[in-house]
């Protein structure tokens, strides 16, 4: 399959213009200019032509909840739901997320192994989806945050066993708890820590021994310091809560960077109405702590959270972004945070992300031109997934 547009995007803040993009199975096999790649001896079969568009590689949401669906009380609609009736609404949820342009999700918390089983059906094909990481079960204390996932845990060995029995099921990455959380309203405030310090080393070191990453849910400053301290290596909406408001720590903040972990602030695509709900002087200081982090070199990463209270799956991504380029970082930087940035923090980064022979097929078509303007990464013309062509708003898929 060939695939030719006005800009390819090849790199950070790079475009090849009059660009092409060559394709056999599920592989990229040749990226350069038009006449070049056109004239390819592998240049067989279809000729998807996209003028006007630009060419970049597929959106990737770092932190998703496919099975909660996104509405005023995701809670009660999943505890009222059965386990076939939970993955019937994932698959469209999943559908939804690869009509909006996102390719690869990371899914942090599921129940059941309903992510690996709708994992599953994406890779063979059965249903049309972006590729899932799947954290599986997450771990949290007795009666913490999200304790109605199946994942709570008492004491070092407690921990190191769920962590064995989420790898040997396919999870790709660990989710602990290491704060409390909003979505769980009879547990620990979002502000408190739930996890010891040795119980979260032993959940480090377990996961290293598999090679396996860990995310750590960490509203709290002392639980982003003790996340960092145990070696994790992302840490999930950072927003450095303390009991009587917030407290961006400067060590713990130099050591995130020294340490090279990933920050998702994960971001509602609703993100213009924080101040309605927390007031403007604490959504002042939201903002600004996220501008700090950027402005002190943290790798950010793109998520939306979505499934949770009011974030839906379809465009959230999209609109998410928008929050980053608010707080002053340019629109090439976002991009990286929703590309190649969060393929690297995904440990992806050599088979997706950019666009470059050898990696999979995950790419997105928008019109106009997404370095000027941020909202043309809603303007979709075509999404493309391992090979596969998907029409946005349609559930099938096509191999080319």
């Not at 209270?309 to 930087?333: C, E, I, K, W």
Request: aromatic share 4%; proline share 4%; hydrophobic share 40%.
């Amino acid at each position: 399959m060939l695939i030719t547009a006005d800009r390819i995007l090849t790199g950070s803040g790079t475009y090849l213009e009059d660009g092409a993009v060559l394709i056999d199975g599920d592989l990229i096999t040749a990226v350069g200019p038009r006449a070049q790649v056109a004239g390819h001896s592998g240049a067989q079969g279809a000729d998807l032509s996209f003028p006007g568009a630009t060419v970049m590689p597929g959106l990737i949401d770092a932190h998703v909840h496919l099975v909660f669906d996104g509405g005023t009380d995701p809670l009660a609609a999943f505890n009222d739901s059965s386990d076939e009736e939970l993955l019937h609404d994932m698959r469209r949820r999943a559908q939804q997320l690869l009509s909006s342009g996102v390719t690869t999700v990371r899914d942090l918390g599921d129940s059941n192994g309903l992510a690996l089983r709708l994992c599953e059906e994406i890779g063979r094909g059965a249903t049309a989806g972006p590729r899932i990481v799947s954290a599986g079960t997450p771990l949290t204390t007795p009666g913490g945050h999200c304790h109605f996932l199946g994942g709570e845990v008492r004491g070092e060995v407690a921990v190191r066993d769920l962590v064995r029995r989420n790898v040997a099921a396919g999870a790709g990455v660990i989710k602990v708890m290491a704060s409390g959380g909003g979505l769980t309203k009879d547990g620990p405030k979002s502000w408190q820590s739930q996890f010891s310090a040795d119980e979260l080393r032993a959940l480090v070191d377990e996961a290293r021994q598999a090679g396996v990453p860990v995310a750590a849910h960490a509203h709290s400053a002392d639980g982003i310091a003790a996340a960092v301290a145990a070696g994790v290596d992302t840490i999930e909406h950072c927003t450095w809560m303390t009991e009587d408001g917030f407290g961006l720590r400067q060590d713990v903040l130099k050591e995130i960077v020294d340490r090279g972990i990933a920050v998702c602030p994960a971001v509602s695509p609703h993100w213009q109405m924080v101040a309605r709900h927390f007031g403007n002087e604490r959504t002042r200081i939201l903002f600004g702590q996220v501008q700090q982090m950027a402005e002190a070199g943290v790798r950010l990463i793109a998520g939306t959270d979505a499934g949770v209270q009011r974030t839906g799956f379809n465009g959230s991504l999209a609109g998410a972004l928008g929050f980053y380029a608010h707080v002053g970082m340019p629109t090439d930087r976002v991009i990286d945070m929703a590309t190649a940035q969060a393929a690297d923090a995904l440990g992806f980064g050599g088979s997706t992300g950019r666009i470059a022979p050898g990696l999979r097929a995950d790419l997105l078509v928008v019109g106009g031109d997404p370095l000027a303007d941020l909202g043309a990464l809603k303007e979709i013309r075509a999404v493309i997934t391992a090979g596969r062509v998907h029409e946005p708003g349609s559930s099938a898929e096509q191999k080319r």
